[in-house]
């Protein structure tokens, strides 16, 4: 998070002293190396291939058809052949180096194939070239730079589709306000180090641990207690990073280091799950190092045969077409790319995954446990009781609350801004928050002027010693009026909109659920809706309950948010941390949620098994289509081209199955 969101001048301060690939199947494989983005390069290169491939395949079928003779056929040959040449500088430079990379590392990657099919081909072609006769196949080097290359295109614009996703959620996080050389200034997180003093306004989070040397104010510590009541602290007090400092400007002293940015290490994470394979690809990529030797070996099976039984031009050509109609596109493209589509989904919902297998986890699911406390409730408190002390009339309370809190976007004055239109009629003059405190004022009551002041157990002490017990209530506010307290006001959480109605939706789609709460009560409601329900549970105790949902079969996923959540998060199949929680939930977990709306929960779930089935079925759509094509090409009916063809509409085919969306809008 940052803490800096304020263009506004920073007030003045004394000084301080501080004191202190597309085809390339595993994990390392390079993408093609595409023209830098912005300008419509890259769909040029593969307009300038398509063309190519066109215009060579009608020169080439005029040359097989009727073969020129002498300086002709030699210039012809010539042109057709450094059309290849051509076509593997433009849009296949890096297939050769990826190929030799993974075969050093002692890895199988389609690239090798497209290689295989590449070389094949050309090297059959010039054969033919030098030795006078038979026929020739140089569109196809040039066709197979071009699919590999449209496969580039798609995967390179779903990753910056997702970039952009990422960057657009992270935007202005990277940076804080630091004293240097006697004024305030904006550096970013990196630069930082223990000692140094920063500077965090209302509405702003501290980056990093501190101590706080200036100042006074509420704090929301959600982020690491779960607690939803701000927090009172001041001068000599710990704050910890991710509290949002509510009322008024902190000096704070940094006792921590900050290894980076958010935004360097959600973008890192990002990357890394771009680069990294999921499990599902892992497993494909175990298919396609059986696959490739298997290949190989039909196609030097089909060459023997057919050199025995027809001759060297009928072996040529069979073999060349069982290598051309078997490169798995499906493999390469297809796959990844349906990943990437997930994965957007994920990202575009405000989802952080820290696992490339969040959406495989997902579709696994059968049972989802929340937990309640800063999970299902929301941060803005609601008014449980309003007790007015005797001879005071109720409503005269309310509307001096209301007229008190109108001004203030404090979070504890939220729950009462519907009073506001009840102290309409109340006439304040010198209103003032209290940082830490609360707010006062003076009201006119009864014609005359009499301080008011609305806040917290403390600011009771200060003003009115032994009117409430020691220590108070941390979820209540107080008005005093002149020397009297004239009423108390609870608070309570309140739940997130939808979770009643997300509960029957989930449970409508199958799955199982459950509520598990340290919190000795639930609202009925809740209740009622979830079911399964766990109160005054401790950390150990819904760590037991997830293990027990999987080890009968019921792969959990679990949404928390506090430090108890952390071992129920790491034992689940799929887990989200919820909210700005504590850093050990989020570390624990599959994926975070800064802000969920749980109304595209149902959505995302039945992304996640659309994206499971669409694999399934691009499996065995490729796995058919290459056992089935293979076996044609070596019975020796289909010409090398004609192989190709077929090739890119099975590509095409797999890669529109991917592309498409995963809803219908």
Known sequence: MSCCHSNTAPPPAPPVTPVGSCCGGAAKATAPELPKPGHGTEWGVLGLLVFLSGLTMNVNLVVNLDAPEGTTRWVMHGLLALGGVVAMLVGGR???????RAAREGRIVTDQLFLAGVAASWGVSVHATLVGHGPV??????????????????????????EQITLEQLAGVASARVWRQGAWQMEPLASL????HLQVRPGEALPVDGIIRKGRAYVQSQALTGEPFPVALEAGEEIRAGMIVLDAALEVEMTGEVAGSELASIGATTQRLLRDKPPFLRSVEKVVARFLPAVLGASGATFAFWWWWAGLPSAISNSLAVVLVAC???????????????????LRRGISPTSGGVMESLSMVKTIAFDKTGTL???????????????????QVRALIGALNARSDHPVARPFWSWAAEGATVELRGWRAVPGRGVEAEARLQGEWETVRLGSAAMVRENLPGAVPHGGSARAVYLLVGSRLAATCHLEEEMRPHATELAEKLRRDGYQLALLTGDSTVPAEVAEAFGEVHTAMRPMEKLAAVRQWEAQGRPVLFFGDGLNDASALAAATASIAVGDGAELAIRSAKARWAQ???????????EAREVSR????????????NTVGMVIAALGWLHPVVATIVMLCSSATVTALAARPLQKP
């Open 614 to 625: 669409r694999t399934r079925l691009i499996l065995r759509v490729a796995l058919s289509y």
């Open 328 to 346: 798995p596109c499906a493999f390469g493209v297809a796959i990844p790319l349906l990943y990437r589509n997930g994965l957007t989904g994920v």
């Open 596 to 606: 969920p709306d749980y109304r595209t929960l149902p959505a995302l779930l039945r």
């Open 94 to 100: 890096d297939l050769t180096r990826s190929a030799w």
């Open 137 to 162: 196949f140089y569109e196809v080097p040039i066709l197979l730079p071009a699919i590999r290359y449209f496969g580039a295109i798609l995967l390179q614009k779903q990753q910056r589709h997702i």
């Open 193 to 196: 180090h223990r000692g140094d």
């Open 377 to 395: 409730t929301v941060r803005e408190m609601k008014v449980a009781s309003l007790e007015a002390a005797d001879g005071i009339d109720p409503a």
